[in-house]
């Protein structure tokens, strides 16, 4: 059986940076695309990062530049490093994962992924 789990989510002073990470258990796949997406209340679940199997990664326009995504192969822990923070970072974070050769261009989409997590959340404060 397939499991995410999401840690890190806190609470911190815009500017500032946090780290989370999303251990993944009973999922090996030889090929495969993960990604972190983020949701507020009322509004859409909107993707910000993802990285597939080769390690190439990109980036949402609002986070590019000061997100980082990253794999830990020997670990099975995916990660995602947020620096310089903002308000509008709020929201509860989520990692997915689908075994797949490619993170195709549906892949920015919620409805692509097979796996979830439970969420973790961030709080940025002004």
């Known amino acids: 059986q397939v499991r995410l789990v999401e840690s890190g989510g806190d609470s911190v002073q815009a500017g500032g940076s946090l780290r989370l990470s999303c251990a993944a258990s009973g999922y090996t796949p030889t090929a495969w695309c993960m990604g972190w997406f983020r949701q507020v209340p009322g509004k859409e679940r909107e993707g910000v990062a993802r990285?597939?199997?080769?390690?190439?990664?990109t980036y949402s326009e609002s986070v590019k530049g000061r997100f980082t995504i990253s794999r830990d192969n020997a670990k099975n822990t995916l990660n995602l490093q947020m620096d310089y923070l903002k308000p509008e970072g709020t929201a509860i974070y989520y990692c997915?994962?689908?075994?797949?050769?490619?993170?195709?261009?549906?892949?920015?989409?919620?409805?692509?992924?097979?796996?979830w997590g439970q969420g973790a959340q961030v709080t940025v404060s002004s």
């Open positions: 990285i597939k199997s080769d390690g190439i990664t």
């Open positions: 997915a994962a689908r075994a797949s050769d490619s993170c195709y261009s549906g892949s920015w989409s919620r409805s692509w992924y097979t796996y």
